[in-house]
């Protein structure tokens, strides 16, 4: 019990776990900004599909939306200004919560356009499922927000250059 | 619990992150050979561009007043389509313009382009609706959204290439 508590402490605080998610989040991110910006008007149909904005707006949240995931993923991964992309992150994943949980209700079944990871056979289909694997990565992104340290990042080789300097 | 005076600079940063990657998200498109021509929608070429889905397709293939226009690869088309469709590609442009020329007296006649790809996926119909507006060849340029897929599962006529054998 112990050892769980105190690994779980350690992940908080940030060491080689912390830094491993915040890669493959980041890696996860700019992975699907990619492949939105590749196909724009597809992706502007899924945004379609969800029924919450004006169709007018569709053709500009197609075209900034993904750009914001890439340069939020980039930062994520590379582990510069980790702060404020994980709120980035973390207010996209709720958006896409709120999106999904939404269309659920309204009884709605289509691919939730989310990581494009329908090419490798995951279904990305709208469901209890898709929103329990975002709520996750909710969680994830909250403790890298959270955390104070950043190992293997380009603020912690920063913060040993400045220190050395001192 | 997050303490909201603390979030205040991280908010801040991310605003301005979020403030670069749109002005970057706009400037790709614009480099995008399919991206969107971000323009208001009183834009002429978007008023003549009209989407209809496949039932009001079907009233103008029975009317026979109408061309319809299959954007998708050569072989896409060879294996199936709407019967009497002609095969425009939607990209490059370039064998867009080609197959247009080829295709220019069918366009100087009275009828009204029907454009079609596979299905909501694609972008193909669009492009090349685009196309042939900017090129002024008709005042209304019909594109079936839900493409071939959505014509097929109504019901309506499909040329195959297996029936074409054995006809």
């Known amino acids: 019990m112990d050892f769980i508590k105190n690994t779980l402490r350690g992940v908080a605080y940030g060491n080689g776990v912390t830094a491993f998610l915040r890669v493959a989040i980041g890696l996860l991110f700019m992975w699907s900004g990619g492949a939105k910006m590749i196909d724009p008007a597809g992706f502007a149909k899924i945004i379609g599909f969800y029924g919450i904005l004006p169709e007018r707006l569709l053709p500009y949240a197609a075209a900034t939306l993904p750009s914001i995931e890439l340069l939020a993923g980039a930062l994520l991964s590379a582990g510069y200004r980790i702060k404020p992309a994980a709120l980035i992150t973390a207010s996209l994943l709720v958006i896409f919560i709120a999106a999904i949980t939404l269309n659920l209700a309204r009884g709605e079944r289509f691919d939730c356009g989310c990581f494009d990871l329908a090419r490798f056979g995951i279904s990305e289909t709208i ?11 909710l969680a994830v992104t909250l403790v890298l927000y959270r955390a104070k340290k950043h190992v293997a990042s380009i ?12 | 619990m997050i303490d909201l005076a603390v979030l205040k600079k991280p908010a801040r940063e991310a605003a301005v992150i979020v403030a670069l990657a749109c002005v970057l998200g706009l400037a790709a498109n614009l480099l995008h050979p399919n991206g969107y021509r971000l323009v208001p929608a009183e834009d002429p070429v978007y008023r003549k561009i009209v989407r209809i889905d496949a039932a ?8 026979g007043a109408a ?12 294996a199936s389509g709407i019967p009497g469709a002609l095969n425009i590609p939607g990209s490059p442009e370039s064998s867009s313009l080609n197959a247009i020329k080829a295709n220019s007296g069918i366009f100087e ?10 299905g909501l996926a694609c972008d193909s119909s669009e492009s090349l609706a685009r196309l042939l507006v900017s090129l002024g060849y008709s005042r209304s340029v019909y594109i079936v959204p839900g493409g071939l897929s959505e014509w097929e599962a109504k019901g309506y006529p499909v040329r195959k290439k297996e029936e074409e054998k054995t006809e």
Do not use: M, N, W
């Not at chain 2, 006649?109 to 596979?118: F, L, R």
């Open chain 2, 56 to 63: 009001e397709a079907k009233i103008k293939f029975d009317c």
């Open chain 1, 127 to 137: 469901g209890p499922g898709v929103i329990a694997r975002d709520a996750a990565l």
């Open chain 2, 67 to 78: 061309v319809f226009i299959d954007t998708r690869s050569p072989s896409e088309f060879v």
């Open chain 1, 155 to 166: 603020e912690a080789i920063a913060e040993r250059i400045r220190l050395r300097e001192l």
């Open chain 2, 109 to 118: 006649q009275a009828v009204e382009p029907v454009v079609y790809c596979s």
